[in-house]
Every structure is written in structure tokens, then in C-alpha cells.
């Protein structure tokens, strides 16, 4: 499904635009340091900020310090890590925590458990202390897509569209389920809440993609390399269609920090640094013709309409 949202940016007729974001950006110094650098060099198009993590204030004073490059909030709900985890900043007296006082491991205890009301605060909070550490938001996303209601059906996207709508900021909803990889059956679903995001005149992209989060094979003799991983991708760039597609990616530094705070896939993280800047990929993307734009261009889009 294809809007026309391509041509209300003013881009040619069957262009292929993508928005290349960085997610998880505060989460630790390493993703910190891949993704400011990425954004400093034209690497990646985009990044949103996980303001709750311990690592926030770095992320956000960063920001502030560049409004010329586009930069959101990382909406968050769940804390997935266990050595590493972290809290609301609406407290912990609260339905958005565990037993231990941190944001739940899993998207299945938030659509159970978190109240509407709880998650509207918290939500707002977020995007509120981007604002005051002075960043200009372009843009809202979801960790882990806990406010979707992929997993359950219980979603919260009234409370976001709210926010989103209010602050004259678009967010990361896809008009289709195509390489979202959940089931096509819950595209139903997924035209409903595209349509009140149309409603409220909160700007949606057409379509949201990405590769695995894992790295394939991990731990085995058939653990995927960088350069499988990098062809994946490239072949995802090239099967791109007309419309606007977010691409997002976890860039960091594959260190000691980022082994100790995770319980898996450090080694893809740093792969994902080093993608941005491959050759080949560059490559591809200029074969492909593929139009890189921001997500600032669409909130001035949504701001314009407002208007």
C-alpha cells in the first residue's frame, strides 16, 4: 500500500525513498559513540533517543548540540536486557514495572499489565525531557514496537497518536505490514490505526523495514560474517519499492561495555556501525537510485498542514 505521501515531499513520480534510522541511541556509551558519528558524517538519515537509559543525558546534550540533524525519542517501555536495565521516570509505583522495579523484559507484560493511563504519562515524560534538554524532536518511534499490540492485540497507539499529534511530530507507523515481518493477517489491525494517525494528521511512512536483530548462527561454526550480513542487506536496499520506507538498524561500538550490558548480538551491533559506511552498501544505494531523506521533512509536512 502506497500513500502519496512520496509527492506531498515533492519527490519525483515512483520514487524510492528510505530513511536510513539509527535506533537505541542513549542506551549505552557505545551505541552513543556509533551514532553520533553516523549522524556527524551523513551515514545514517536519522536516530531516536531512549531517554530513560542510563546513558540519555549524553545522547540528548548531543542533540541539542546539532539541530540541524534529525533526531526523535525512542519511545520505551520494556527494559530487554538482564544485566542492564532500566526505569520509568513517571517512578515505579506504577503498572509499567516488574517485580524488580524495571520497565518488564518482554512486550507481552506490557500490553497485559500497563495501564493506558500509566503509559500516556510516561510517554509524555519521555518526550517532555527531550524537549527541555533542548533537542529539536523530529520525530516519535517505539522500542520494540511495545505500543503496536502485535503480540497480544492490546495496543497503545490513542495515547502516542495523541502525543504525536499534539507536538506536531510524525511517527513510525507503517501503512502496510509488508516486511514488518508479523503476520499479514493483522493488517487489518494496522489500517485501523492508520487510519486515525490520518485522522489526527500525524504523518505515517508507507512502510517499515529492517534484518534480523540477531546475529544467524551466533555461537555455531555457521555463524553468519559481516559480509553475509552486509549482501543481506544490500538485497533488502534493492528490493525497495516506490514510497517512503524506513530502514532502521542498531549501530554500536562492539566493545567491552556494550558485551557486558547485553546478552546477545554485540558483534551484529558493530557490524551495523560499519555497514552505514561500506562501500559496497553506498554502492547499492546510488545503483538503486534510493532517495535518502529525514524524518524533519515530514514533520514539516504535518506541521505545514496543521497550519
Not at 518482554?106 to 518526550?127: K, N, P, T
Request: net charge negative; charged share 25%; proline share 4%.
Amino acid at each position: 500500500m502506497i500513500s502519496d505521501l512520496a509527492d506531498r515531499l515533492g519527490l519525483a513520480p515512483g520514487a524510492r525513498a528510505i530513511i536510513i534510522n539509527a535506533d537505541d541511541f542513549g542506551m549505552c556509551h557505545a551505541a552513543n559513540t556509533a551514532i553520533s558519528g553516523l549522524l556527524d558524517a551523513g551515514a545514517a538519515d536519522s536516530a531516536t533517543i531512549m531517554v530513560p537509559c542510563a546513558w540519555s543525558p549524553e545522547a540528548l546534550a548531543f542533540a541539542a548540540s546539532r539541530t540541524d540533524l534529525d533526531v526523535g525519542v525512542h519511545l520505551v517501555l520494556t527494559s530487554e536486557w538482564r544485566r542492564y536495565r532500566w526505569r520509568p521516570l513517571t517512578g515505579t509505583a506504577t503498572t509499567l514495572v516488574d517485580a524488580d522495579g524495571f520497565f518488564p523484559v518482554d512486550v507481552v507484560s506490557v500490553e497485559q499489565l500497563a495501564s493506558e493511563a500509566d503509559v500516556e504519562a510516561e510517554l509524555g515524560a519521555q518526550l517532555q525531557a527531550a524537549l527541555d534538554a533542548g533537542v529539536d524532536v523530529t520525530h516519535l518511534d517505539n522500542h520494540m514496537g511495545s505500543v503496536y499490540g502485535l503480540a497480544t492485540g492490546r495496543d497503545f497507539l490513542t495515547p502516542v497518536l495523541g502525543l504525536a499529534a499534539r507536538h506536531g511530530l510524525p511517527f513510525r507507523l507503517p501503512r502496510s505490514m509488508d516486511g514488518v515481518g508479523v503476520d499479514a493477517g493483522l493488517q487489518h489491525l494496522l489500517d485501523r490505526a492508520t487510519a486515525a494517525a490520518d485522522a489526527l494528521g500525524v504523518e505515517i511512512i508507507d512502510r517499515l523495514w529492517s534484518h534480523p536483530f540477531e546475529l544467524v548462527g551466533e555461537g555455531t561454526p555457521q555463524e553468519e560474517t559481516y559480509e553475509q550480513m552486509r549482501d543481506g542487506f544490500i538485497g533488502l536496499l534493492r528490493a525497495v519499492p516506490a514510497g517512503v520506507t524506513e530502514i532502521y538498524v542498531h549501530p554500536m561500538v562492539d566493545d567491552d561495555e556494550l558485551r557486558a550490558a547485553v546478552d546477545f548480538a554485540a558483534a551484529k551491533r558493530g557490524y551495523e556501525r560499519r555497514l552505514l559506511t561500506d562501500p559496497a552498501v553506498l554502492q547499492a544505494i546510488a545503483d538503486e537510485g534510493l532517495v535518502r531523506i529525514g524524518w524533519r521533512s515530514l514533520r514539516d509536512l504535518q506541521r505545514a498542514a496543521a497550519r
